[in-house]
Protein backbone atom coordinates (compact mmCIF):
# COMPACT_ATOMS: atom_id res chain seq x y z
CA UNK A 1 0.00 0.00 0.00
CA UNK A 2 1.12 3.69 -0.87
CA UNK A 3 0.74 6.30 -3.23
CA UNK A 4 2.08 6.09 -7.08
CA UNK A 5 2.86 9.20 -9.59
CA UNK A 6 4.70 9.69 -12.45
CA UNK A 7 4.81 11.31 -15.93
CA UNK A 8 5.65 10.86 -19.80
CA UNK A 9 6.44 13.66 -21.50
CA UNK A 10 8.01 13.10 -25.32
CA UNK A 11 9.57 16.88 -25.01
CA UNK A 12 11.72 15.62 -22.14
CA UNK A 13 11.11 18.61 -20.39
CA UNK A 14 9.78 17.10 -17.28
CA UNK A 15 12.51 16.14 -14.50
CA UNK A 16 13.74 14.16 -11.44
CA UNK A 17 13.37 17.53 -9.32
CA UNK A 18 9.45 17.84 -10.38
CA UNK A 19 9.05 14.07 -9.54
CA UNK A 20 10.10 14.59 -6.37
CA UNK A 21 7.85 17.48 -5.74
CA UNK A 22 5.05 15.22 -6.44
CA UNK A 23 6.09 12.12 -4.65
CA UNK A 24 6.86 14.50 -1.01
CA UNK A 25 3.42 15.79 -1.49
CA UNK A 26 1.73 12.35 -0.85
CA UNK A 27 4.22 11.23 1.69
CA UNK A 28 1.30 10.29 4.05
CA UNK A 29 0.02 7.70 2.15
CA UNK A 30 3.43 5.90 2.61
CA UNK A 31 5.59 7.55 5.42
CA UNK A 32 8.16 4.23 5.20
CA UNK A 33 10.28 4.55 2.36
CA UNK A 34 10.34 6.06 -1.26
CA UNK A 35 11.59 5.22 -4.92
CA UNK A 36 11.76 6.48 -8.34
CA UNK A 37 12.63 5.82 -11.64
CA UNK A 38 13.78 8.18 -14.69
CA UNK A 39 14.94 8.87 -17.99
CA UNK A 40 14.83 11.33 -20.53
CA UNK A 41 10.83 10.65 -21.17
CA UNK A 42 9.21 8.76 -18.03
CA UNK A 43 9.40 9.05 -14.86
CA UNK A 44 8.01 6.78 -11.81
CA UNK A 45 7.72 6.97 -8.22
CA UNK A 46 5.88 6.03 -5.20
CA UNK A 47 5.74 6.39 -1.74
CA UNK A 48 5.42 3.24 0.73
CA UNK A 49 3.43 2.03 3.64
CA UNK A 50 5.21 -1.36 3.93
CA UNK A 51 2.36 -4.06 4.75
CA UNK A 52 3.40 -7.57 2.59
CA UNK A 53 7.40 -8.06 2.20
CA UNK A 54 8.47 -5.75 5.07
CA UNK A 55 12.31 -5.89 4.07
CA UNK A 56 12.37 -6.22 0.19
CA UNK A 57 9.28 -5.20 -1.25
CA UNK A 58 10.76 -1.66 -1.84
CA UNK A 59 9.56 0.04 -5.43
CA UNK A 60 10.23 0.75 -8.11
CA UNK A 61 10.22 -3.26 -8.78
CA UNK A 62 11.53 -4.81 -12.62
CA UNK A 63 11.92 -8.03 -14.68
CA UNK A 64 15.02 -10.11 -14.71
CA UNK A 65 16.42 -8.32 -17.51
CA UNK A 66 15.53 -4.82 -16.23
CA UNK A 67 12.95 -4.19 -19.18
CA UNK A 68 9.93 -3.31 -17.53
CA UNK A 69 8.76 -1.63 -14.16
CA UNK A 70 6.43 -0.89 -11.78
CA UNK A 71 5.19 1.28 -9.05
CA UNK A 72 2.02 -0.16 -7.67
CA UNK A 73 -0.27 1.30 -4.90
CA UNK A 74 -2.86 -1.60 -3.30
CA UNK A 75 -2.58 -4.81 -2.39
CA UNK A 76 -2.79 -8.47 -4.90
CA UNK A 77 -4.93 -10.57 -2.29
CA UNK A 78 -3.70 -13.81 -4.83
CA UNK A 79 -0.34 -12.87 -5.24
CA UNK A 80 1.14 -16.04 -4.20
CA UNK A 81 -0.88 -18.32 -5.97
CA UNK A 82 -0.17 -15.97 -8.87
CA UNK A 83 3.81 -16.32 -8.55
CA UNK A 84 3.57 -20.22 -8.70
CA UNK A 85 1.64 -20.21 -11.67
CA UNK A 86 4.57 -17.46 -12.84
CA UNK A 87 7.77 -19.41 -11.66
CA UNK A 88 5.94 -22.60 -13.48
CA UNK A 89 6.32 -20.75 -16.59
CA UNK A 90 10.03 -20.05 -15.98
CA UNK A 91 9.69 -16.72 -14.19
CA UNK A 92 12.44 -15.40 -11.56
CA UNK A 93 11.34 -13.58 -8.69
CA UNK A 94 13.64 -11.47 -6.29
CA UNK A 95 11.12 -10.54 -3.58
CA UNK A 96 8.29 -12.16 -1.84
CA UNK A 97 5.98 -8.63 -2.43
CA UNK A 98 2.95 -8.82 -4.25
CA UNK A 99 4.42 -5.93 -6.90
CA UNK A 100 6.85 -8.00 -8.27
CA UNK A 101 3.90 -10.63 -9.67
CA UNK A 102 2.52 -7.63 -11.79
CA UNK A 103 5.31 -7.57 -13.42
CA UNK A 104 5.50 -11.12 -14.91
CA UNK A 105 2.11 -10.84 -15.26
CA UNK A 106 2.36 -8.07 -17.60
CA UNK A 107 5.65 -9.92 -19.71
CA UNK A 108 3.56 -13.26 -19.59
CA UNK A 109 -0.33 -11.59 -20.69
CA UNK A 110 0.40 -8.59 -21.70
CA UNK A 111 -2.86 -6.28 -21.53
CA UNK A 112 -4.46 -9.20 -20.51
CA UNK A 113 -3.19 -9.35 -16.64
CA UNK A 114 -5.98 -7.54 -15.18
CA UNK A 115 -8.59 -10.85 -15.52
CA UNK A 116 -5.40 -12.38 -13.29
CA UNK A 117 -5.48 -9.66 -10.73
CA UNK A 118 -7.60 -9.93 -7.49
CA UNK A 119 -6.96 -6.87 -5.44
CA UNK A 120 -7.31 -3.45 -5.23
CA UNK A 121 -4.65 -1.41 -7.35
CA UNK A 122 -3.57 1.79 -9.09
CA UNK A 123 0.01 0.85 -10.53
CA UNK A 124 2.41 2.07 -13.46
CA UNK A 125 3.92 -0.16 -15.72
CA UNK A 126 6.75 1.20 -18.18
CA UNK A 127 8.04 -1.36 -20.86
CA UNK A 128 11.29 -0.20 -22.38
CA UNK A 129 11.34 -2.45 -24.94
CA UNK A 130 8.20 -0.94 -26.45
CA UNK A 131 8.42 2.48 -25.05
CA UNK A 132 4.93 1.74 -23.59
CA UNK A 133 3.76 3.34 -20.29
CA UNK A 134 0.84 1.69 -18.90
CA UNK A 135 -1.49 3.21 -15.70
CA UNK A 136 -4.43 1.33 -14.63
CA UNK A 137 -7.25 1.39 -11.72
CA UNK A 138 -9.15 -1.37 -10.13
CA UNK A 139 -12.53 -2.75 -11.29
CA UNK A 140 -14.39 -0.97 -8.61
CA UNK A 141 -11.98 2.52 -8.05
CA UNK A 142 -11.14 1.10 -4.63
CA UNK A 143 -7.64 2.98 -5.22
CA UNK A 144 -7.58 6.21 -6.28
CA UNK A 145 -5.86 7.29 -10.09
CA UNK A 146 -5.75 10.99 -11.35
CA UNK A 147 -4.77 12.43 -14.68
CA UNK A 148 -3.76 15.11 -16.85
CA UNK A 149 -2.97 15.04 -20.59
CA UNK A 150 -1.53 18.52 -22.13
CA UNK A 151 -2.26 19.30 -25.71
CA UNK A 152 1.63 18.73 -26.47
CA UNK A 153 1.15 14.92 -25.09
CA UNK A 154 2.64 14.98 -21.69
CA UNK A 155 0.35 12.71 -19.09
CA UNK A 156 1.15 13.51 -15.71
CA UNK A 157 -0.38 11.08 -13.28
CA UNK A 158 -0.75 10.13 -9.40
CA UNK A 159 -2.87 8.73 -6.69
CA UNK A 160 -3.97 12.39 -5.31
CA UNK A 161 -4.40 16.03 -7.11
CA UNK A 162 -2.13 17.39 -5.04
CA UNK A 163 0.21 15.22 -7.25
CA UNK A 164 -0.35 17.07 -10.25
CA UNK A 165 -0.83 20.46 -8.67
CA UNK A 166 2.73 20.34 -7.43
CA UNK A 167 4.29 20.01 -10.55
CA UNK A 168 3.12 23.69 -11.84
CA UNK A 169 2.09 22.36 -15.39
CA UNK A 170 -1.62 22.59 -14.76
CA UNK A 171 -3.17 26.20 -13.85
CA UNK A 172 -5.40 25.74 -11.09
CA UNK A 173 -8.70 26.53 -12.97
CA UNK A 174 -12.09 25.86 -11.20
CA UNK A 175 -14.17 23.38 -13.36
CA UNK A 176 -17.66 25.32 -13.27
CA UNK A 177 -19.40 22.15 -14.54
CA UNK A 178 -17.71 20.14 -11.81
CA UNK A 179 -18.44 22.56 -9.27
CA UNK A 180 -22.18 21.92 -10.69
CA UNK A 181 -21.72 18.33 -10.41
CA UNK A 182 -20.60 19.02 -6.65
CA UNK A 183 -23.10 20.79 -5.12
CA UNK A 184 -25.69 18.56 -6.71
CA UNK A 185 -24.35 14.65 -5.37
CA UNK A 186 -21.94 15.95 -2.69
CA UNK A 187 -19.17 14.72 -4.74
CA UNK A 188 -17.50 14.86 -7.73
CA UNK A 189 -18.54 11.93 -10.32
CA UNK A 190 -15.63 10.54 -12.29
CA UNK A 191 -14.16 11.51 -14.89
CA UNK A 192 -14.47 14.90 -13.54
CA UNK A 193 -12.44 16.53 -11.03
CA UNK A 194 -12.87 20.35 -9.41
CA UNK A 195 -9.68 21.30 -11.58
CA UNK A 196 -10.12 22.24 -15.75
CA UNK A 197 -7.47 19.81 -17.22
CA UNK A 198 -7.22 17.08 -14.14
CA UNK A 199 -9.86 14.05 -14.81
CA UNK A 200 -10.25 10.74 -12.01
CA UNK A 201 -9.26 7.35 -14.52
CA UNK A 202 -12.36 5.91 -14.06
CA UNK A 203 -12.53 2.16 -12.34
CA UNK A 204 -11.88 -0.92 -14.60
CA UNK A 205 -9.92 1.52 -16.90
CA UNK A 206 -6.69 1.92 -17.97
CA UNK A 207 -3.98 4.96 -20.02
CA UNK A 208 -1.55 3.73 -22.80
CA UNK A 209 0.80 5.65 -23.63
CA UNK A 210 3.29 4.57 -26.58
CA UNK A 211 5.25 6.64 -28.80
CA UNK A 212 3.22 9.78 -27.63
CA UNK A 213 -0.43 8.48 -28.70
CA UNK A 214 -2.56 8.43 -25.34
CA UNK A 215 -5.49 6.69 -25.26
CA UNK A 216 -7.94 5.30 -22.34
CA UNK A 217 -9.23 1.75 -22.62
CA UNK A 218 -12.05 -0.54 -20.50
CA UNK A 219 -10.50 -3.82 -19.15
CA UNK A 220 -13.87 -4.77 -17.01
CA UNK A 221 -17.10 -4.07 -16.50
CA UNK A 222 -20.08 -5.21 -13.66
CA UNK A 223 -22.39 -7.60 -15.04
CA UNK A 224 -26.14 -8.78 -14.28
CA UNK A 225 -26.90 -12.68 -15.26
CA UNK A 226 -29.92 -13.86 -13.41
CA UNK A 227 -28.67 -17.62 -13.01
CA UNK A 228 -31.20 -19.44 -10.49
CA UNK A 229 -29.82 -22.04 -8.49
CA UNK A 230 -32.38 -21.92 -5.99
CA UNK A 231 -32.73 -19.98 -2.86
CA UNK A 232 -30.63 -22.50 -0.85
CA UNK A 233 -27.12 -23.01 -3.04
CA UNK A 234 -27.50 -19.02 -3.81
CA UNK A 235 -27.34 -18.80 0.08
CA UNK A 236 -24.67 -21.50 0.58
CA UNK A 237 -22.25 -20.13 -2.20
CA UNK A 238 -22.71 -16.76 -1.22
CA UNK A 239 -21.38 -17.50 2.48
CA UNK A 240 -18.32 -19.80 0.30
CA UNK A 241 -17.48 -15.98 -1.56
CA UNK A 242 -17.99 -14.28 1.90
CA UNK A 243 -15.55 -16.65 3.67
CA UNK A 244 -12.76 -16.55 1.06
CA UNK A 245 -13.33 -13.31 0.34
CA UNK A 246 -12.09 -11.99 4.33
CA UNK A 247 -9.75 -14.80 4.72
CA UNK A 248 -8.01 -13.76 1.30
CA UNK A 249 -8.09 -10.13 2.80
CA UNK A 250 -6.16 -11.46 6.34
CA UNK A 251 -2.62 -11.88 4.17
CA UNK A 252 -0.42 -9.31 5.50
CA UNK A 253 2.87 -8.81 7.17
CA UNK A 254 1.28 -7.07 9.98
CA UNK A 255 -1.50 -7.32 12.32
CA UNK A 256 -5.24 -6.15 10.43
CA UNK A 257 -7.76 -4.67 12.83
CA UNK A 258 -11.72 -3.95 11.80
CA UNK A 259 -14.05 -1.14 11.64
CA UNK A 260 -17.10 -2.43 13.84
CA UNK A 261 -19.95 0.03 13.42
CA UNK A 262 -23.07 -2.38 14.96
CA UNK A 263 -23.85 -3.29 11.46
CA UNK A 264 -24.64 -5.88 9.81
CA UNK A 265 -21.78 -5.76 7.18
CA UNK A 266 -19.36 -5.00 9.33
CA UNK A 267 -20.58 -7.48 12.00
CA UNK A 268 -20.38 -9.98 9.59
CA UNK A 269 -17.40 -9.19 8.56
CA UNK A 270 -15.63 -9.11 11.96
CA UNK A 271 -16.72 -12.59 12.78
CA UNK A 272 -15.64 -14.26 9.96
CA UNK A 273 -12.51 -12.36 10.24
CA UNK A 274 -12.10 -13.57 14.05
CA UNK A 275 -12.78 -17.15 13.17
CA UNK A 276 -9.98 -16.83 10.97
CA UNK A 277 -8.01 -15.78 13.61
CA UNK A 278 -5.56 -17.53 16.26
CA UNK A 279 -5.66 -14.07 18.45
CA UNK A 280 -8.12 -11.51 19.27
CA UNK A 281 -8.89 -9.34 16.72
CA UNK A 282 -8.79 -5.29 17.51
CA UNK A 283 -12.32 -3.67 16.63
CA UNK A 284 -12.70 -0.39 16.30
CA UNK A 285 -16.14 1.62 16.86
CA UNK A 286 -17.33 5.50 16.86
CA UNK A 287 -20.26 6.79 18.44
CA UNK A 288 -21.75 10.24 18.50
CA UNK A 289 -21.68 13.11 21.23
CA UNK A 290 -23.69 16.33 21.49
CA UNK A 291 -27.18 18.13 21.15
CA UNK A 292 -30.09 17.39 18.75
CA UNK A 293 -28.98 14.49 17.61
CA UNK A 294 -31.33 12.42 15.80
CA UNK A 295 -29.00 9.19 15.29
CA UNK A 296 -29.06 5.96 17.33
CA UNK A 297 -25.45 5.23 18.83
CA UNK A 298 -24.75 1.51 17.92
CA UNK A 299 -21.80 1.30 20.33
CA UNK A 300 -23.85 -1.24 22.80
CA UNK A 301 -24.40 -3.39 19.52
CA UNK A 302 -21.10 -3.57 18.42
CA UNK A 303 -19.59 -4.11 21.69
CA UNK A 304 -22.03 -7.25 22.20
CA UNK A 305 -20.44 -8.38 18.66
CA UNK A 306 -16.91 -7.67 20.44
CA UNK A 307 -17.90 -9.56 23.36
CA UNK A 308 -19.59 -12.68 21.34
CA UNK A 309 -16.67 -13.59 19.60
CA UNK A 310 -13.86 -12.56 21.44
CA UNK A 311 -12.53 -9.65 20.01
CA UNK A 312 -10.14 -6.61 21.00
CA UNK A 313 -12.63 -3.45 21.18
CA UNK A 314 -11.88 -0.46 21.07
CA UNK A 315 -14.75 2.46 20.44
CA UNK A 316 -13.66 6.31 20.62
CA UNK A 317 -16.63 9.51 20.71
CA UNK A 318 -17.21 12.29 17.86
CA UNK A 319 -18.15 15.62 19.01
CA UNK A 320 -19.21 18.79 17.07
CA UNK A 321 -15.78 19.93 17.41
CA UNK A 322 -15.81 20.24 13.06
CA UNK A 323 -13.53 23.39 13.13
CA UNK A 324 -10.33 21.35 14.51
CA UNK A 325 -9.99 19.03 11.65
CA UNK A 326 -11.85 21.55 8.69
CA UNK A 327 -8.14 22.04 7.20
CA UNK A 328 -7.05 18.40 7.35
CA UNK A 329 -10.18 17.70 5.53
CA UNK A 330 -10.10 19.55 2.50
CA UNK A 331 -6.47 18.92 2.24
CA UNK A 332 -6.87 15.31 2.26
CA UNK A 333 -9.00 15.42 -0.52
CA UNK A 334 -7.91 18.32 -2.67
CA UNK A 335 -11.67 19.11 -3.93
CA UNK A 336 -14.82 19.90 -2.37
CA UNK A 337 -16.40 16.73 -0.80
CA UNK A 338 -19.42 16.95 1.29
CA UNK A 339 -20.77 13.63 2.72
CA UNK A 340 -21.25 14.55 6.47
CA UNK A 341 -19.93 11.28 7.56
CA UNK A 342 -16.20 12.44 6.13
CA UNK A 343 -16.49 13.58 10.07
CA UNK A 344 -16.71 10.14 11.88
CA UNK A 345 -14.78 8.65 9.26
CA UNK A 346 -11.70 11.10 10.13
CA UNK A 347 -11.59 10.17 13.66
CA UNK A 348 -12.48 6.64 13.13
CA UNK A 349 -9.30 6.35 10.53
CA UNK A 350 -7.15 8.65 12.90
CA UNK A 351 -7.66 6.05 16.05
CA UNK A 352 -7.58 2.95 14.35
CA UNK A 353 -3.93 4.23 13.16
CA UNK A 354 -2.73 4.88 16.32
CA UNK A 355 -2.99 0.76 16.96
CA UNK A 356 -2.75 -0.74 13.46
CA UNK A 357 -1.72 -0.30 10.21
CA UNK A 358 -4.51 -2.07 8.29
CA UNK A 359 -8.39 -2.44 9.04
CA UNK A 360 -10.98 -4.30 7.04
CA UNK A 361 -14.05 -2.57 6.08
CA UNK A 362 -18.06 -3.71 5.86
CA UNK A 363 -18.69 -1.23 2.70
CA UNK A 364 -19.88 -2.10 -0.36
CA UNK A 365 -22.85 -4.50 0.43
CA UNK A 366 -25.26 -2.17 0.18
CA UNK A 367 -24.52 -1.55 -3.57
CA UNK A 368 -24.03 -4.88 -4.38
CA UNK A 369 -26.76 -6.49 -2.41
CA UNK A 370 -29.56 -3.49 -2.51
CA UNK A 371 -29.38 -2.26 1.01
CA UNK A 372 -29.99 1.33 1.17
CA UNK A 373 -33.54 2.43 1.51
CA UNK A 374 -33.51 5.12 -1.37
CA UNK A 375 -33.25 1.41 -3.29
CA UNK A 376 -36.65 0.30 -1.27
CA UNK A 377 -38.02 3.74 -2.41
CA UNK A 378 -37.61 3.30 -5.95
CA UNK A 379 -39.76 0.42 -6.08
CA UNK A 380 -42.26 1.34 -4.37
CA UNK A 381 -42.18 4.82 -6.64
CA UNK A 382 -42.97 2.38 -9.15
CA UNK A 383 -46.03 1.87 -7.90
CA UNK A 384 -46.97 5.44 -7.18
CA UNK A 385 -46.32 5.96 -11.09
CA UNK A 386 -49.24 4.38 -11.62
CA UNK A 387 -51.67 6.48 -9.71
CA UNK A 388 -53.58 9.13 -12.01
CA UNK A 389 -51.35 12.05 -12.85
CA UNK A 390 -53.93 14.83 -11.34
CA UNK A 391 -54.60 12.74 -8.05
CA UNK A 392 -51.15 12.59 -7.50
CA UNK A 393 -50.34 16.44 -8.53
CA UNK A 394 -53.47 17.78 -6.81
CA UNK A 395 -53.81 15.65 -4.08
CA UNK A 396 -50.78 13.77 -2.75
CA UNK A 397 -48.19 16.11 -3.47
CA UNK A 398 -50.35 19.24 -1.80
CA UNK A 399 -50.62 17.27 1.47
CA UNK A 400 -46.45 15.58 1.20
CA UNK A 401 -45.66 19.32 1.06
CA UNK A 402 -47.51 20.58 4.14
CA UNK A 403 -45.40 17.93 6.02
CA UNK A 404 -43.38 19.73 9.17
CA UNK A 405 -39.19 18.79 9.00
CA UNK A 406 -38.59 16.48 11.81
CA UNK A 407 -37.65 18.27 14.88
CA UNK A 408 -34.69 15.62 15.63
CA UNK A 409 -33.31 16.55 12.31
CA UNK A 410 -34.28 13.13 10.76
CA UNK A 411 -34.69 12.83 7.26
CA UNK A 412 -37.63 10.46 7.14
CA UNK A 413 -40.34 14.03 5.44
CA UNK A 414 -37.38 14.81 3.39
CA UNK A 415 -37.33 11.38 2.02
CA UNK A 416 -41.25 11.43 1.28
CA UNK A 417 -41.37 14.64 -0.39
CA UNK A 418 -38.46 13.72 -2.88
CA UNK A 419 -40.34 10.06 -3.03
CA UNK A 420 -43.54 11.83 -4.39
CA UNK A 421 -41.81 14.84 -6.20
CA UNK A 422 -40.11 12.40 -8.67
CA UNK A 423 -41.92 9.20 -8.80
CA UNK A 424 -43.48 10.49 -12.43
CA UNK A 425 -40.49 10.73 -13.91
CA UNK A 426 -39.05 7.67 -16.00
CA UNK A 427 -36.30 5.18 -13.73
CA UNK A 428 -32.76 6.67 -14.94
CA UNK A 429 -34.48 10.40 -14.23
CA UNK A 430 -36.21 9.42 -10.75
CA UNK A 431 -33.25 7.64 -9.46
CA UNK A 432 -30.87 10.95 -10.40
CA UNK A 433 -33.79 13.01 -8.63
CA UNK A 434 -33.20 10.84 -5.39
CA UNK A 435 -29.49 11.03 -5.17
CA UNK A 436 -29.79 14.80 -5.86
CA UNK A 437 -29.30 16.91 -2.93
CA UNK A 438 -30.42 20.35 -5.10
CA UNK A 439 -32.60 20.12 -8.38
CA UNK A 440 -31.77 22.39 -11.35
CA UNK A 441 -34.27 24.83 -10.80
CA UNK A 442 -32.74 24.78 -7.20
CA UNK A 443 -29.41 25.44 -8.56
CA UNK A 444 -30.63 27.90 -10.89
CA UNK A 445 -31.73 29.86 -8.33
CA UNK A 446 -28.16 29.44 -6.07
CA UNK A 447 -25.98 30.63 -8.50
CA UNK A 448 -24.96 33.62 -9.28
CA UNK A 449 -26.16 34.52 -13.13
CA UNK A 450 -22.98 35.12 -14.72
CA UNK A 451 -21.81 31.52 -13.72
CA UNK A 452 -25.43 30.01 -13.97
CA UNK A 453 -25.08 30.47 -17.89
CA UNK A 454 -21.86 28.95 -17.94
CA UNK A 455 -23.10 25.35 -16.57
CA UNK A 456 -24.90 22.19 -18.71
CA UNK A 457 -27.38 21.18 -16.59
CA UNK A 458 -28.25 18.30 -18.86
CA UNK A 459 -24.35 17.52 -18.20
CA UNK A 460 -24.89 17.51 -14.57
CA UNK A 461 -27.97 14.94 -15.09
CA UNK A 462 -26.44 12.61 -17.39
CA UNK A 463 -23.41 11.81 -15.02
CA UNK A 464 -25.67 9.48 -13.20
CA UNK A 465 -28.33 8.77 -15.76
CA UNK A 466 -25.79 7.82 -18.58
CA UNK A 467 -25.15 4.98 -15.83
CA UNK A 468 -28.43 3.91 -16.06
CA UNK A 469 -29.21 3.65 -19.22
CA UNK A 470 -26.02 1.70 -20.02
CA UNK A 471 -26.55 -1.24 -17.87
CA UNK A 472 -27.02 -3.86 -19.86
CA UNK A 473 -29.94 -5.49 -17.64
CA UNK A 474 -33.41 -5.37 -18.28
CA UNK A 475 -34.54 -4.77 -14.72
CA UNK A 476 -34.70 -1.13 -13.35
CA UNK A 477 -33.87 -2.11 -9.88
CA UNK A 478 -30.49 -3.85 -11.39
CA UNK A 479 -30.04 -0.59 -13.51
CA UNK A 480 -29.96 1.35 -10.39
CA UNK A 481 -27.62 -0.84 -8.45
CA UNK A 482 -25.05 -0.52 -11.55
CA UNK A 483 -25.48 3.36 -11.52
CA UNK A 484 -23.86 3.18 -7.97
CA UNK A 485 -21.36 0.76 -8.72
CA UNK A 486 -20.34 3.19 -11.45
CA UNK A 487 -21.03 6.42 -9.08
CA UNK A 488 -21.76 7.20 -5.84
CA UNK A 489 -19.75 3.32 -4.86
CA UNK A 490 -16.32 5.39 -5.93
CA UNK A 491 -16.24 8.44 -6.20
CA UNK A 492 -17.80 8.95 -2.57
CA UNK A 493 -17.66 5.81 -0.58
CA UNK A 494 -14.64 4.42 -1.55
CA UNK A 495 -13.35 8.05 -2.01
CA UNK A 496 -13.71 8.65 1.40
CA UNK A 497 -12.36 5.52 2.54
CA UNK A 498 -9.14 5.97 0.27
CA UNK A 499 -8.60 10.00 1.61
CA UNK A 500 -9.12 9.95 5.10
CA UNK A 501 -7.29 5.87 6.07
CA UNK A 502 -4.49 7.62 3.72
CA UNK A 503 -3.96 10.93 5.07
CA UNK A 504 -3.35 8.68 8.66
CA UNK A 505 -1.05 6.15 6.87
CA UNK A 506 -3.29 3.49 7.47
CA UNK A 507 -4.67 0.68 4.93
CA UNK A 508 -8.39 0.15 4.38
CA UNK A 509 -9.41 -3.01 3.03
CA UNK A 510 -13.30 -4.05 1.92
CA UNK A 511 -13.50 -7.68 0.94
CA UNK A 512 -17.34 -7.23 0.25
CA UNK A 513 -16.16 -5.57 -2.85
CA UNK A 514 -14.00 -8.68 -3.46
CA UNK A 515 -14.46 -8.73 -7.36
CA UNK A 516 -15.09 -12.68 -7.31
CA UNK A 517 -18.20 -12.49 -4.85
CA UNK A 518 -18.92 -9.14 -6.52
CA UNK A 519 -19.40 -10.84 -9.79
CA UNK A 520 -21.32 -13.81 -8.39
CA UNK A 521 -23.84 -11.11 -6.87
CA UNK A 522 -24.33 -9.84 -10.05
CA UNK A 523 -26.26 -13.51 -10.65
CA UNK A 524 -28.24 -13.34 -7.89
CA UNK A 525 -31.82 -12.79 -8.80
CA UNK A 526 -33.03 -8.95 -7.87
CA UNK A 527 -35.73 -10.68 -6.09
CA UNK A 528 -33.27 -12.22 -3.80
CA UNK A 529 -31.64 -9.01 -2.51
CA UNK A 530 -35.21 -6.28 -2.60
CA UNK A 531 -38.59 -6.78 -2.20
CA UNK A 532 -41.22 -3.57 -1.74
CA UNK A 533 -40.40 -4.65 1.99
CA UNK A 534 -36.60 -5.90 2.72
CA UNK A 535 -33.90 -4.96 1.58
CA UNK A 536 -30.43 -7.04 1.34
CA UNK A 537 -32.28 -9.78 1.99
CA UNK A 538 -29.71 -12.58 0.50
CA UNK A 539 -27.01 -11.29 2.79
CA UNK A 540 -28.82 -10.84 5.64
CA UNK A 541 -29.94 -14.76 5.53
CA UNK A 542 -26.15 -15.50 5.35
CA UNK A 543 -25.56 -12.89 8.06
CA UNK A 544 -28.09 -14.58 10.32
CA UNK A 545 -25.71 -17.92 10.53
CA UNK A 546 -23.36 -16.21 12.23
CA UNK A 547 -25.02 -12.95 14.20
CA UNK A 548 -27.02 -12.80 17.36
CA UNK A 549 -30.48 -12.06 16.74
CA UNK A 550 -30.36 -8.39 18.06
CA UNK A 551 -28.28 -7.23 15.87
CA UNK A 552 -30.35 -8.68 12.80
CA UNK A 553 -33.74 -7.05 14.32
CA UNK A 554 -32.38 -3.85 14.41
CA UNK A 555 -33.25 -0.83 12.10
CA UNK A 556 -30.57 0.05 9.40
CA UNK A 557 -28.54 3.01 10.30
CA UNK A 558 -26.12 4.97 8.00
CA UNK A 559 -22.68 5.69 8.90
CA UNK A 560 -23.32 10.10 8.79
CA UNK A 561 -22.63 12.51 11.13
CA UNK A 562 -25.92 14.30 12.94
CA UNK A 563 -24.83 17.46 10.97
CA UNK A 564 -28.36 19.14 10.97
CA UNK A 565 -28.72 19.46 14.54
CA UNK A 566 -25.26 20.09 14.83
CA UNK A 567 -25.71 23.39 12.50
CA UNK A 568 -28.31 24.58 14.34
CA UNK A 569 -26.51 24.00 17.36
CA UNK A 570 -22.91 23.67 18.32
CA UNK A 571 -21.65 24.62 14.93
CA UNK A 572 -24.31 27.44 13.97
CA UNK A 573 -21.83 30.67 14.65
CA UNK A 574 -19.26 28.39 13.08
CA UNK A 575 -21.20 27.99 9.59
CA UNK A 576 -22.85 31.59 10.05
CA UNK A 577 -19.19 32.86 9.88
CA UNK A 578 -17.81 30.53 7.23
CA UNK A 579 -21.20 31.55 5.21
CA UNK A 580 -20.98 35.30 5.86
CA UNK A 581 -21.87 37.30 2.25
CA UNK A 582 -18.57 38.92 2.51
CA UNK A 583 -16.74 35.43 2.53
CA UNK A 584 -19.42 34.71 -0.73
CA UNK A 585 -18.82 37.55 -2.43
CA UNK A 586 -15.11 37.07 -2.87
CA UNK A 587 -15.82 34.79 -5.78
CA UNK A 588 -19.05 35.40 -6.08
CA UNK A 589 -20.50 32.05 -7.31
CA UNK A 590 -23.53 32.35 -5.20
CA UNK A 591 -26.36 34.55 -4.97
CA UNK A 592 -26.12 36.06 -1.78
CA UNK A 593 -29.36 36.35 -0.66
CA UNK A 594 -30.64 32.86 -1.60
CA UNK A 595 -28.01 31.43 0.71
CA UNK A 596 -29.20 33.51 3.62
CA UNK A 597 -32.59 32.16 3.25
CA UNK A 598 -31.59 28.71 2.77
CA UNK A 599 -30.22 29.36 5.90
CA UNK A 600 -32.97 30.69 8.04
CA UNK A 601 -35.42 27.91 6.88
CA UNK A 602 -32.64 25.10 7.82
CA UNK A 603 -32.14 27.43 11.56
CA UNK A 604 -36.16 27.97 12.03
CA UNK A 605 -36.93 24.46 11.18
CA UNK A 606 -39.08 25.03 7.89
CA UNK A 607 -37.24 22.79 5.38
CA UNK A 608 -34.12 20.64 6.27
CA UNK A 609 -30.75 22.06 4.50
CA UNK A 610 -28.39 20.56 6.27
CA UNK A 611 -27.05 18.80 3.25
CA UNK A 612 -26.50 22.07 0.72
CA UNK A 613 -25.23 24.13 3.99
CA UNK A 614 -22.59 21.51 4.59
CA UNK A 615 -21.58 21.58 0.69
CA UNK A 616 -21.42 25.04 0.66
CA UNK A 617 -19.05 25.11 4.35
CA UNK A 618 -17.10 22.52 2.42
CA UNK A 619 -16.42 24.58 -0.85
CA UNK A 620 -15.87 27.84 0.70
CA UNK A 621 -13.21 25.64 3.53
CA UNK A 622 -11.62 24.75 0.29
CA UNK A 623 -12.17 27.90 -1.51
CA UNK A 624 -10.31 30.04 1.37
CA UNK A 625 -6.84 27.29 0.92
CA UNK A 626 -6.71 28.30 -2.67
CA UNK A 627 -4.02 30.55 -4.11
CA UNK A 628 -3.55 31.54 -7.58
CA UNK A 629 -6.87 29.98 -8.45
CA UNK A 630 -8.65 31.06 -12.01
CA UNK A 631 -12.52 30.93 -12.48
Known amino acids: ?25 IIRRGPDGEGYYINDKVGLAMRRLAIQDIDGG ?10 VCIVFNG ?84 SEIKCLLS ?86 DVEVGAFLSGGIDSSLISSVMQ ?97 YNRYRGFLLSGLLSLLPKYFLDNVIMPFVSLLPE ?72 EKVLYTDIKTYLPEDILALSDRLSMWHSLELRVPLIDHQLAEFSGRIPINRKITFLKTKIILKEVAYRWLPKMIMAQKKQGFEAPMAGWIRGELRDYMLDMLAPEKLKLHGFFDVDQVENIIKDHLSGKKKNNKIIFSLMMFQLWFDRQDCLEF
Open 1 to 25: MCGICGFFDPSGKFNEHQLKLMNNA
Open 58 to 67: NQPIFNEKSS
Open 75 to 158: EIYNFKELKSELESQGHCFYTKSDTEVIVHLYEQYGLDLFSKLRGMYAFAIYDTDNERLVVARDRFGIKPLFYSVSETGRLVFG
Open 167 to 252: TGFINKKINIQALDAYLTYTYIPAPLTIYDGIFKLEPGHYIVVDKSNVSIKKYWDFEFSSNDMGKEEDERQLECHVVDAVRSHLVS
Open 275 to 371: SESETKIPTFTIGFEGKNIHIDDERKLAKLIANKFGMNYHEFSVNANFKEIAEDLIDSFDEPFSDDSIIPSFYLCKETSKRVKVALSGLGGDELFAG
Open 406 to 477: MKNGGDRVDHIKRFVKYAKLPGAKRYQGYVSSLNESERRALYADKFSEKIDYGATERLITDHYESCKSDTEM
